[in-house]
């Protein structure tokens, strides 16, 4: 058996769903967009997309000693409608990817086992692993590698699993040989970008991260920009619209992993009891989960917004509790959410506004009560 052949063999029997080869140099196109997305600061607070951008376009950049890359895919296919979750107006809409335990842990002991594989079937060599956490430029790479091509959604699809795969890497001084590339079928079809809450694509095959809802839940810091909340609905940490209504789902298949199976309480999680998790509810309820990472506050500012949005004069309770919560975060989101609801209460409750120390909290008093509307 080839070395190639042994090593997809091997990948398979740990799990992973695709293994594909490709080699290490850069697509010249690809440092061109890279560039031309981060001068239109379409990457948001990602600052660290722009400090790696050089090392991000190639993989030789990144370790000039690579000769080839093995890009593998793990399928998370949901068993339910990923979207059915947006119909619950008083529950929480989790994405699929968050549903279960954090990928970057399940993928990552097996790249190592993967690597450590390969070596001792070479004889020799040197292997770099890589999940999400490095600066390389997964979805091209897996394109090059045959695993699927970039989507209008920019995100890679796959004529086996569609929108459904966890994509990492290998990087290896050994020459190993490349597989053919895929090429891309979107055709004329354009669902996903008709189907973004948030406008955020600004065309074909290009996304402006500050409107996606997967980077205003996930990875933005402050408070959400104000024309952005309505769009983003329940959804309180991250969004699947664009991948959910890809044609290509047809053939996707259920998750097969155990550990990606979803988490029956994080399906339709109320927003009463979300809104209720302290800090110390908050791990508990989230480890192991990639929710962990935005920690409390930013969690809870998320659930605010869909509180705000969900049109349960019941939920004005919560919002109301919350705009004594220790975190401006969350006080903020916190007005926001009880002018939505119950705008008369705010009002009455404008004394607390007077002992407000943070100016942002302030601001979201001043935007929502009659005297700041004048
Ligand atoms: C930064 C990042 C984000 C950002 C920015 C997303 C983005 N599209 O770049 C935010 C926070 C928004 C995000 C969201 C999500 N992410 Co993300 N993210 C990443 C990360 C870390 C880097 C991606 C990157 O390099 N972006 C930079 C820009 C320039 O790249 P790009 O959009 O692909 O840009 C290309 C196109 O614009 C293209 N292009 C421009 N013009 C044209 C014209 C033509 C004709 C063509 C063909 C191409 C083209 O050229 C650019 C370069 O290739 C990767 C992991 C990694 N290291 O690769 C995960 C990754 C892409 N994310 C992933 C996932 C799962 C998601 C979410 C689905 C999570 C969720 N459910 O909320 C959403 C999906 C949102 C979306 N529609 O993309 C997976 C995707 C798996 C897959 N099958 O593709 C990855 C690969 C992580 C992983 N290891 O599995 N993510
Ligand atoms: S993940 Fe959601 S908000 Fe982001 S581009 Fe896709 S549909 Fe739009
Ligand atoms: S929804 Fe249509 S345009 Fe978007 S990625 Fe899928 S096939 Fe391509």
Not at 217 to 238: D, F, S
Not at 272 to 295: C, E, Q, T, V
Request: charged letters at 25%; glycine letters at 8%.
């Amino acid at each position: 058996m080839s070395i190639e052949n042994a090593i997809r063999a091997h990948a398979l029997s740990l799990g992973f769903d695709a293994c594909r080869f490709t080699t290490a140099d850069a697509a010249p196109e690809l440092g061109e967009r890279l560039r031309a997305w981060l001068a239109g600061g379409s990457h948001g607070e990602m600052s660290w997309m722009a400090e790696t951008a050089e090392r991000r376009v190639s993989p030789e950049a990144l370790w000039p000693a690579v000769k080839s890359v093995v890009m593998l895919g793990l399928n998370y296919g949901p068993s339910t409608d990923p979207l059915a979750a947006l119909q619950n107006r008083r529950a929480g809409a989790i994405s699929v990817y968050a549903r279960h335990r954090d990928y970057h842990d399940i993928v990552k002991g097996r790249l190592k086992q993967l690597a450590a594989f390969m070596i001792k079937r070479a004889g020799g060599g040197d292997v770099k692993v890589f999940v999400d956490t490095a600066p390389l430029m997964e979805k091209p790479l897996a394109q090059r590698a045959g695993l699927g091509w970039q989507g209008k959604h920019t995100n890679l699809v796959s004529r086996d699993f569609g929108s459904w795969l966890f994509l990492g890497a290998i990087l290896t001084d050994l020459a190993l040989a490349p597989d053919s590339p895929e090429r891309d079928h979107c055709g004329s079809c354009r669902n996903c970008l008709d189907a973004c809450p948030t406008g955020a694509f600004t065309g074909p095959y290009q996304l402006d991260a500050r409107r996606c809802v997967s980077y205003l839940t996930i990875e933005h810091k402050g408070p959400i920009p104000r024309e952005l909340r309505a769009a983003i609905g329940n959804r309180v940490y991250g969004c699947d619209d664009c991948l959910a209504v890809c044609p290509w789902n047809k053939f996707a298949r259920v998750a097969h992993e155990a550990k990606l199976v979803a988490r029956p309480d994080l399906e339709i999680p109320s927003l009463a009891s979300l809104a209720r998790l302290d800090d110390a509810a908050f791990r508990a309820l989230f480890s192991g989960s990639p929710i962990k990472r935005i920690g409390r506050a930013r969690f809870i500012r998320n659930v605010l917004i869909a509180i705000g949005n969900s049109g349960a004069a019941a939920l004005a309770e919560e919002a109301e509790r919350l705009l004594t919560d220790a975190d401006p975060l969350v006080r903020g989101a916190a007005v926001w959410a009880l002018a939505r609801l119950a705008p008369q209460r705010l009002v009455a409750l404008q004394p607390l506004n007077a002992a407000e120390a943070d100016e942002t909290v302030r601001d979201e008093w001043a935007k929502e009560t009659q005297s700041g509307k004048k």
